[in-house]
């Protein structure tokens, strides 16, 4: 069975400073694919970014960037210079692969609410 | 575009109380899924349909049951509510293929006492 764990239940930062986000996955899928949610106070989930598992370049965009080892099975989310903005409960989602008709799943770890003070 | 849409956003039941939740999507996605959300314990999977027709079991179903209505509509229904299933519900929908991610509905909060 596939799992999520991230160990960081909440981070509290002061605007500017960096931030990462902890996220280590078990899988025995070959193939899967990783994912970030942002889930900000108003409560909706947003999508930020996706990771096939065969391919471990880093990604960044703007202040995010995303670390994706997969000697260590992790897929870490680092915020630059964070700001109030950020504040927001994310979440890293591991996606396997069935076959047949029962449809790809999506397992959620289970978040870390990321405090951004000014 | 709507994207997925979900009614109501809020409500209270008293235990024993019945209700269904609706979801739609025009992103003619195939997979429909249903989560709740509860403190600490991330998203969890209650049902989920990987196409018109057919509907599976995730995580947590019991005390639940759903109904792929048609290709746009997945139903999530309370026979009988109990105050543990107290939680935000999310509704989302997924394209084709597994790197597809899932665009979710805005939630409904639900409290039963």
């Known amino acids: 069975a596939q799992k999520v764990t991230q160990a960081q239940t909440e981070i509290s930062v002061v605007e500017k400073e960096d931030v990462t986000l ?3 996955y078990e899988t025995r899928d070959t193939t899967y ?6 889930q900000p106070p108003s409560g909706e989930l947003v999508f930020l970014i996706r990771r096939n598992s065969f ?7 703007g202040r995010y960037s995303w670390n994706f080892q997969k000697s260590t099975s992790s897929f870490n989310f680092t915020i630059t210079a964070s700001q109030v903005v950020d504040s927001a409960v994310y979440f890293c989602a591991l996606s396997e692969t069935r076959r047949g008709n029962a449809g790809n799943m999506l397992t959620f770890g289970g978040g870390t609410r990321l405090m951004v003070k000014p | 575009n709507a994207g997925v ?8 039941l008293k235990t024993g109380q019945s209700m269904t939740l609706q979801c739609a999507q025009d992103m003619n996605h195939n997979s429909m899924y249903w989560y709740r959300q509860d403190p600490g314990m991330g998203l969890r999977l209650i049902y989920y349909s990987a196409s018109e027709g057919t509907t599976d079991k995730g995580e947590v179903p019991n005390g639940y049951n759903v109904s792929r209505l048609n290709k746009r509509e997945f139903s999530l229904r309370l026979e009988s509510a109990a105050p543990s299933q107290t939680s935000v519900y999310f509704c989302a929908s ?12 805005n939630g409904t909060r639900l409290t039963v006492t």
């Open chain 2, 94 to 105: 997924r394209g084709t293929g597994g790197n597809s991610p899932l665009h979710f509905g």
């Open chain 1, 33 to 38: 694919y990783l994912f970030w949610y942002k």
């Open chain 1, 55 to 61: 391919d471990e370049q880093n990604e960044i965009s």
């Open chain 2, 5 to 12: 849409t979900q009614t109501p956003k809020f409500q209270v």
């Open chain 1, 22 to 24: 902890d996220c280590v």
